[in-house]
Nanobody
Framework: VQLQASGGGLVQAGGSLRLSCAASGSTFSITAIGWFRQAPGEQRELVASISTDGTTTLPDSAKGRFIISRDNAKNTVYLQMNSLKPGDTAVYYC??????????????WGQGTLVTVSS
């Protein structure tokens, strides 16, 4: 599985950005795709994820501001980020949970895309 992330950039506080994660390869084995972020000196944290059945998971910090969606025909997951805050500044990584066996999954990561929110 290969993941191609795009859409990062510089935006002012209160603005919006849309990130895209395009999956290729053995996409039939993907069970969920998510976005994580990592700010300097911080641990990587989940921003949002969406499973193959459409179930979404977002932490409280993202609820009401971020929307994750998917286009199955394009094997692409989108993260719409609204009302951005300087605290959202981080490198955002696309992640795919890939089923290896019925009991085993592994993680694939795309390259990071930098999101910078200026005050």
């Amino acid at each position: 599985v290969q993941l191609q992330a795009s859409g990062g950039g510089l935006v002012q506080a209160g603005g919006s950005l849309r990130l895209s994660c395009a999956a290729s390869g053995s996409t039939f084995s993907i069970t969920a795709i998510g976005w994580f972020r990592q700010a300097p000196g911080e641990q990587r944290e989940l921003v949002a994820s969406i499973s193959t059945d459409g179930t979404t998971t977002l932490p409280d910090s993202a609820k009401g501001r971020f929307i994750i969606s998917r286009d199955n025909a394009k094997n692409t997951v989108y993260l719409q980020m609204n009302s951005l805050k300087p605290g959202d500044t981080a490198v955002y990584y696309c992640n795919a949970k890939v089923r290896v066996t019925s009991d085993l999954h592994t993680d694939y990561w795309g390259q990071g895309t930098l999101v910078t929110v200026s005050s």
